[in-house]
């Protein structure tokens, strides 16, 4: 009597071709599974900050500065007793104040066009540091709702100084023009898709003040001469600076890892796993066993062809 073959199925130790699919069939199943995951991250994430809006990558971050005086370098205040702000001075690049764009690293160029008198007193304020270049930078967005019967959200303020060095002469300033920019955050980039942190300090200042050398960053300055600044701008994803063995890493946030990529890091892996099991299964598995029989004798209990063993198993087919 012929043995009797079971149907394939996908539980047999041969999958059939058609198992392929089903593996296939298996991998949106994988991805709903990922999205879940994000979404539960990003929903802990907008928990813990109290759904409050985060700035995503690339947002402006304009910058303001206090008012002084010129002639007794002072802040001014308003008719509240409030210390007043302004923008920046407006850069020629772009014909807008300046402003930082969160989390993007690189060299950013402002040059303040011909400096006027009152603030070429005040230029020798700041470098003699009688009274600093204070300025302050939104810390988060506002949010778009706002909800009746509660207070009105007050925007919050992250203060950085821009620690402008240099030398006074008696009818001339020299001013270091290239500053470093060092902004922390408490980012949220890696966990939620939209929201990605809010600012949390910063720090600018001059380097190389005391070199005159010709092709060097100090410029010497006087009324009526433009003032080209130029800004290194670097992120750190937390308030510490990142430290390896001791030595401090330079690299800052970098902009290039989103939730996005996160995600397409796990997308990939498990169509790399499905891709991969089909394969082996669906075919190379089948291959190595074709022609092969173990008998009935062996500890697995079932025959592999015809007449040894239980009679069914994984030799060939014989009609």
């Not at 030595?247 to 891709?275: D, L, N, P, R």
């Amino acid at each position: 009597m012929p043995a009797k073959h079971p149907s394939p199925s996908c539980h047999n130790r041969v999958f059939p071709e058609h198992c392929l699919l089903t593996l296939f069939a298996m991998l949106p199943c994988a991805v709903s599974v990922a999205l879940w995951a994000l979404s539960l991250a990003s929903y802990a994430a907008a928990e813990a900050s109290g759904g409050l809006p985060s700035f995503r990558y690339g947002t402006p971050l304009h910058v303001e500065c206090m008012n002084r005086s010129s002639e007794t370098g002072e802040h001014i205040q308003n008719e509240k007793q409030e210390i007043q702000w302004s923008a920046f001075p407006v850069c020629e690049e772009t014909g807008k104040p300046l402003e930082f764009r969160y989390g993007v690293e690189g060299e950013q160029n402002c040059t303040i066009a011909a400096i006027d008198d009152p603030f070429f007193h005040l230029l020798e304020f700041y470098i003699h540091s009688d009274a600093p270049l204070s300025c302050r930078l939104p810390a988060r967005p506002r949010p778009h709702i706002e909800i009746i019967g509660e207070k009105p959200y007050e925007q919050e303020y992250v203060p950085i100084v821009f620690a402008l060095a240099g030398t006074l002469q008696s009818s001339h300033i020299h001013i270091s023009t290239h500053m470093n920019v060092l902004l922390h955050t408490m980012s949220h980039r890696r966990i939620r898709p939209h929201d990605t942190g809010v600012l949390d300090s910063g720090v600018a200042y001059s380097t190389s003040p005391l070199n005159h050398a010709k092709d060097s960053d100090t410029r010497r300055i006087i009324i009526g001469d433009p003032l080209p600044l130029r800004f290194s701008v670097r992120w750190f994803p937390s308030p510490n600076l990142p430290r390896t063995d001791g030595t401090v890493e330079w690299q800052g946030m970098g902009g290039h890892i989103f939730a996005s990529t996160v995600f397409y890091v796990m997308f990939s892996f498990m169509a790399g796993a499905v891709v991969s099991g089909a394969y082996f299964y669906g075919k190379v598995l089948p291959e190595r066993l074709r022609g092969r029989a173990l008998g009935g004798a062996t500890p697995l209990g079932h025959g592999m062809s015809a007449g040894v063993g239980n009679g069914w198993g994984y030799a060939k087919r014989i009609d």
